[in-house]
């Protein structure tokens, strides 16, 4: 579907007061979910037709060594997942399951139950031992501690954990909702919503005191969204209705602005206690008798 251009300088342009909304790109990485992910679901699929030509007992071993390469897959694509998660946060706990390291055992597994069934159990051995290195060597080992959680209290930790995934969720219901407008504009206004979102969201994992603050936006003002972004695109998908995009856009606009403010704030507050202390310390050393003595010219 043909989209329409538009800028600063189009006739339907941002006004120069306007605020730069954040780009859908800030702070991602090039996604590990990739080609060899989905090999891993498509390298299993001859065994089917070597069970279905084999004997009873031969189909049934070669069936379960299917099912357990699948099973290795898919937890794979989800450890990879859940690493993507934990690397892009600055704070973040491990992965309560390892996943990767459950795939490659399922892995070597699998090719060992293959193994078994069309040759022996020594090849099976092989089979297993090769399997599950090169899978760990294919896509790593899974984060095995948390992350940026040095001083921080482990409640105020688990809060805030709690809470970024709960608003994340909620990005994810509004994001594959616009998607079904297929629209590429309403998409990318979605996305760099995200992005100011989660602006807010990496501020408050810095200083878990800021969650307070912050809750009200990232629950009810999340939860607000997500509910009309849901009822927009059902209505948009089946009129394209000009009027109530306009008015879904306004919104959007209105969310990042206050979003944006809420993060200045906190990072305002975060300088202002940073300022405090260093001006308390500074009293301290002077009670302590400490003076900052400038370095003589070379001239003297």
């Not at 780009?23 to 992910?37: C, Y």
């Not at 704070?91 to 069309?118: E, N, Q």
């Not at 209290?153 to 594959?176: C, I, N, W």
Request: glycine fraction near 8%; avoid cysteine; aromatic fraction near 8%.
């Amino acid at each position: 579907m043909a989209q329409r251009y538009g800028g600063k300088f189009s006739p339907d342009g941002s006004p120069d007061n306007a605020p730069t909304p954040s780009s859908p790109f800030k702070g991602k990485r090039r996604s590990r979910i990739g080609g060899r992910v989905n090999m891993l679901f498509f390298a299993p699929i001859p065994l089917v037709f070597q069970a279905f030509g084999s004997e009873p007992v031969v189909m049934a071993t070669y069936l379960a060594a299917f099912g357990t390469l699948m099973l290795a897959a898919w937890l794979t694509r989800e450890g990879l997942l859940a690493q993507e998660s934990y690397d892009s946060r600055k704070v973040a706990k491990r992965p309560a399951i390892p996943r990767k390291l459950f795939g490659s055992i399922l892995t070597g597994a699998g090719l060992a139950i293959a193994g078994f069934a069309g040759h022996g159990p020594i090849e099976a051995m092989i089979f297993a031992a090769l399997g599950a290195i090169l899978h760990g060597l294919a896509f790593g080992l899974d984060p095995m501690k948390d992350k940026g959680a040095e001083g921080i209290d482990s409640f105020q930790q688990d809060r805030v954990a709690r809470a970024v995934d709960e608003a994340e969720k909620h990005l994810s219901t509004m994001f594959s909702a616009i998607q079904k407008t297929a629209d590429r504009g309403l998409v990318r206004r979605v996305e760099e919503f995200q992005a100011t979102a989660r602006d807010l969201f990496r501020t408050v994992e810095e200083d878990p005191r800021d969650l307070t603050a912050a809750r009200k936006y990232m629950g009810v003002y999340l939860m607000g969204a997500k509910d009309a972004t849901v009822k927009f695109a059902d209505l948009y998908s089946r009129n394209r209705d000009a009027n109530a995009r306009r008015d879904y856009e306004d919104l959007l606009t209105d969310l990042e602005q206050n979003f944006a403010a809420r993060t200045q704030a906190l990072l305002l507050d975060d300088r202002s206690d940073l300022t405090v202390e260093i001006e308390v310390l500074r009293e301290r050393l002077q009670r302590e008798g400490v003076r900052l003595e400038t370095a003589p010219s070379s001239e003297e």
